[in-house]
């Protein structure tokens, strides 16, 4: 089963001639992996792959994301490269949890 993570960054828009305002951009993602190359296929790298974009106020309370902004923002390679590496953290992250996770386990196991 693919895993979906969250990715959030800090957006800040000027409106020409109106407000300006900071806003949150939350992406629903998921990752495939990398493949390498076999007799028949070419190699792939991992690719993350949008799953939902949230369009939030600074307190957390969602807006209306129009599909312009959607279309822009999904369309820009800069948030592919983004949400890999995310996910290159958060799985880092995940290990070093599991491995104190099992470290624990052992230390109490030997009390």
Known sequence: MTRVRHFTTDVHIDIECGPSRSVVLDFAYT????????????????????????????????LALPDWLRDLVEAHDGIYSALLEDCRAQTELDRDEAADAKREMLREAAE
């Not at 990398?34 to 969602?62: C, F, K, M, W």
Request: proline share 12%; glycine share 4%; charged share 20%.
């Open 31 to 62: 990752v495939s992996l990398a493949r390498p190359a076999s007799r028949y296929e070419p190699a792939e790298p991992a690719q993350a792959h949008i799953v939902n974009t949230r369009l939030l106020a600074q307190d957390g309370q969602p």
